[in-house]
Nanobody, 123 residues
Framework: QVQLVESGGGLVQAGGSLRLSCAASGRTFSNYAMGWLRQAPGKEREFVAAISWTGKNTNYLDSVKGRFTISRDNAKNTVYLQMNSLKSEDTAVYYC????????????????WGQGTQVTVSS
């Protein structure tokens, strides 16, 4: 079965950086697109970033473009989210997600989720 385990969250001051990691297991990692979602208290869940199965295509929420970078290391079965110039509005629980369809540019149905990692940005 597919398992996703996030790490790297924490408390950081505005303007700082964090790198989230998501280690995947249970299937051939390199065949599947991966993504990150987030949910802040009292707000709806939102898409943050996605990377294609090849790693050649990426997509971002407009408000994080130029600050966040998604990448993947297929040898380590891990996807990363490098977050720079963090703002208080980036405070949320961040979830690693993927789906069950091979060869996608981005996950579509979010079939699998990690447990989430808290990111708190103090202003």
């Amino acid at each position: 079965q597919v398992q996703l385990v996030e790490s790297g969250g924490g408390l950081v001051q505005a303007g700082g950086s964090l790198r989230l990691s998501c280690a995947a297991s249970g299937r051939t990692f390199s065949n599947y697109a991966m993504g990150w979602l987030r949910q802040a208290p009292g707000k709806e869940r939102e898409f943050v970033a996605a990377i294609s199965w090849t790693g050649k295509n990426t997509n971002y929420l407009d408000s994080v473009k130029g600050r966040f970078t998604i990448s993947r290391d297929n040898a380590k079965n891990t996807v990363y989210l490098q977050m720079n110039s963090l703002k208080s509005e980036d405070t949320a629980v961040y979830y690693c997600v993927t789906d069950s369809v091979v060869g996608q540019v981005r996950p579509v149905k979010y079939d699998y989720w990690g447990q989430g990692t808290q990111v708190t940005v103090s202003s």
